[in-house]
């Protein structure tokens, strides 16, 4: 069906935006709610399942007195959630009687040294690493630990899963009990390739799919919301829209989404590679077609600054400048521990010369290191991407800090690839709104080109960081 409007309401770590497109791909209005992200220590990292919904029902709510002062008509909706966050609620009330573990939670990291089945077998079944990022040890361990889960479980009044379903759960008539591809791909108990829970892996991790939501395509009708009358149309993870945010993405061409964390994706030609110390993730899947990505991971780019803030005492970290600084150290950067290619989450962030601290060094140049050390770990990726025969020599950048220019230009220089931004920065939710308007010939968004230069000095530093990051981890 064809829509004149589409709500996309975009639920992601640190806010929930609802902004709405007419069918030109125009953004006609947007509320924006923040919402809290609460550290317990270094790897418990929780948020509340209520505040996310009520942020999600305020900005509908705001979306709808728009519509209704414009007497806007035909209108669907969409929403795109954080993906690998988990949650347990009551499934004849719908509270939520755990916090969310976000995708950031890393508690289940010693349980998943000796875990029994072989990690190339969850690679094969899934196209993700075994990882405490994912959603699979997050739920066992809310099913071994947390005393009112148990109680429910007993009563049979359980219902867990990802972030997404406890959210459609309440905010649709019916209280739907589904998921999308994307989001249940998150898990670690979804097959690629069967498009089911697998028996294998739910075994493994001690999870009855009963108590989980029923996997379907992303375009899809999963209900109507509540008092509003429109119906949800789409149900994606954020990322796996965001690649949508400029359209089609070309095969020559990798999205670069830099927010809390770096997510870096480039079209699989003949569907999902497996053989890969990447991802393989399905970004959009309907009745009658699906799109597969090579996908890499940065735990370290927004949630470095904000740990560098409160490690390294920098106060207004974004107002530091790092451009042109000299004797800029290499920082080793692990926060949230390391994503693709290497996959470790035990290694402590420290400066590479092993004697020294961020007291040994101005704020400039800690700041640099930190920033370098995003940017050697997004090129590290992309040098992954380029062993699997995929050709890239664009890269098409969104996120909070891709508004940093000096980080453009040296992703340029160190990827050998032209650099793109555009000046609009919800690549997720106009994605999203792009898939819902069946794939439309939407204008190209205003942008800004950076070119590669030959810069030796961050080359340099970067084989360094790159040879150090190998070096740890044999």
Not at 278 to 290: G, K, M, N, R, Y
């Amino acid at each position: 069906m064809s829509w004149s409007y589409v709500i996309v309401v975009d639920q992601g770590t640190h806010s929930t935006r609802a902004i709405v497109y007419n069918h030109s791909g125009k953004a006609v209005f947007k509320s924006q709610q923040e919402i809290d992200l609460y550290y317990r220590d270094s790897f418990q990292v929780e948020q509340d399942g209520a505040q996310i919904l009520e942020s999600c029902i305020s900005v509908l709510d705001d979306a709808q007195e728009f519509i209704k002062t414009q007497k806007l008509t035909n209108i669907a909706v969409a929403l795109t959630t954080q993906r690998s966050t988990v949650i347990a609620w009551d499934k004849l009330t719908g509270e939520a009687i755990t916090p969310a573990l976000s995708w950031l939670d890393t508690r289940t990291q010693g349980q998943l040294e000796n875990f029994e089945i072989q990690e190339d077998i969850i690679k094969q079944k899934t196209g993700l690493p075994l990882s405490p990022h994912y959603g699979a040890s997050k739920l066992q361990w809310l099913l071994e630990n947390d005393d009112v889960v148990k109680d429910k479980r007993q009563k049979d009044h359980l219902r867990f899963g990802p972030l997404a379903t406890y959210l459609i759960f309440n905010l649709l008539e019916h209280q739907p009990n589904l998921i999308d591809y994307s989001n249940a791909h998150r898990t670690l108990l979804w097959n690629l390739k069967t498009k089911t829970w697998d028996e294998e892996l739910l075994a493994a991790f001690c999870i009855d799919a009963r108590y989980l939501p029923k996997p379907v395509p992303n375009c899809f009708e999963y209900g109507m919301v509540k008092k509003l009358e429109y119906p949800l149309v789409l149900l994606n993870g954020d990322q796996n829209s965001a690649v949508y945010g400029y359209g089609k993405l070309e095969t020559n061409t990798a999205f670069v989404n830099i927010g809390t964390g770096a997510f870096i994706l480039a079209r699989s030609k003949q569907g999902p590679i497996l053989s890969s110390n990447l991802l393989s993730s399905i970004t959009f899947s309907s009745d009658i077609e699906e799109e597969f990505v090579l996908e890499g991971t940065v735990n370290g780019a927004g949630a470095a600054m904000t740990w560098a803030e409160e490690e390294w005492g920098i106060n207004e970290i974004e107002s530091v400048e790092w451009k042109d600084v000299e004797d800029v150290p290499i920082f080793l950067n692990t926060i949230g521990g390391l994503g693709s290619p290497f996959w470790k989450s035990d290694i402590q962030p420290r400066f590479l010369q092993s004697d020294k601290n961020y007291k040994n060094y101005s704020i400039n140049q800690c700041m640099a290191a930190l920033m370098e050390s995003v940017a050697f770990l997004i090129t590290i990726n992309i040098e992954e991407i380029r062993m699997h025969e995929v050709q890239i020599n664009q890269l098409l950048l969104a996120g909070g800090m891709s508004k940093d220019e000096h980080l453009c230009q040296c992703l340029a220089d160190l990827c050998a690839a032209d650099v793109v931004v555009s000046n609009f920065k919800e690549a997720t939710s106009r994605g999203a709104a792009w898939l819902v308007m069946q794939k439309p010939d939407w204008s190209i968004l205003e942008s800004k080109y950076f070119y590669p230069n030959e810069n030796d000095s961050p080359m340099s530093r970067y084989k360094l960081f790159r040879d150090a990051l190998k070096g740890m981890l044999h």
